[in-house]
T-cell receptor, first 111, second 117 residues
Framework: LAKTTQPISMDSYEGQEVNITCSHN???????ITWYQQFPSQGPRFIIQ???TKVTNEVASLFIPADRKSSTLSLPRVSLSDTAVYYC????????????FGSGTRLSIRP | GAVVSQHPSWVICKSGTSVKIECRSL??????MFWYRQFPKQSLMLMAT?????????EQGVEKDKFLINHASLTLSTLTVTSAHPEDSSFYIC?????????????FGPGTRLTVL
């Protein structure tokens, strides 16, 4: 299982773009990269998933360089409600496979 | 999107009693479900993998006789904390895996807050 490394915490302001980078040097060929968001006392919520290059949905963008050893979650124009813990997960999603959570990044958005 | 529910959302019990937590996938079938535990200010810790129709696979350090897992159908897995003690107080979260074209995706339940007095 590929281990992930993320910053423990980040601070930003409303309206800014926030980029959270995750390192996963030992990512395997079959591994996908998935980001989840978790609010206090709630289960994690899926944000975005990708394998390579760039993926964009209505919530965020995910940038993955060619070597796939890192990935960057980009949140455009954050608001106070984006204050949460963000987890980067790497796992083989081609089959039922357990996913191990890292420490996550605690993002705090200020007015 | 896919919905996973947990019941109860919170429970308070006396030390020594057993507590059952249900995890249901409401609009899809899940052959595999996962159970996690989360202590305050910490990340989710995987406890076990629950497979429909077979025994659960427990992570190292998790007592299988204390945390009983039953995956009786493709939409229901249960976690029973037997003889609960205060140190078992935690936030328990389940997830259910749904297959997609490009790979599987895990959907998480809202969690169950267990407080053992």
């Amino acid at each position: 299982l590929a281990k992930t490394t993320q910053p423990i915490s980040m601070d930003s302001y409303e309206g800014q773009e926030v980029n959270i980078t995750c390192s996963h040097n030992n990512i395997a060929t079959n591994d996908y990269i998935t980001w989840y968001q978790q609010f206090p006392s709630q289960g994690p919520r899926f944000i975005i998933q990708g394998y390579k290059t760039k993926v964009t949905n209505e919530v965020a963008s995910l940038f993955i360089p060619a070597d796939r050893k890192s990935s960057t979650l980009s949140l455009p124009r954050v608001s106070l409600s984006d204050t949460a813990v963000y987890y980067c997960l790497v796992g083989d999603h081609s089959s039922a496979s357990k996913i191990i959570f890292g420490s996550g990044t605690r993002l705090s958005i200020r007015p | 999107g896919a919905v996973v529910s947990q019941h109860p959302s919170w429970v308070i019990c006396k030390s020594g009693t057993s507590v059952k937590i249900e995890c249901r996938s409401l609009d899809f079938q899940a052959t595999t479900m996962f159970w996690y535990r989360q202590f305050p200010k910490q990340s989710l810790m995987l406890m076990a993998t629950s497979n429909e129709g077979s025994k659960a696979t427990y992570e190292q350090g998790v007592e299988k006789d204390k945390f009983l897992i039953n995956h009786a159908s493709l939409t229901l897995s249960t976690l029973t904390v037997t003889s609960a003690h205060p140190e078992d107080s935690s936030f328990y979260i389940c997830s259910a895996e749904r297959g997609r074209g490009l790979g599987n995706e895990q959907f998480f339940g809202p969690g169950t807050r267990l407080t053992v007095l």
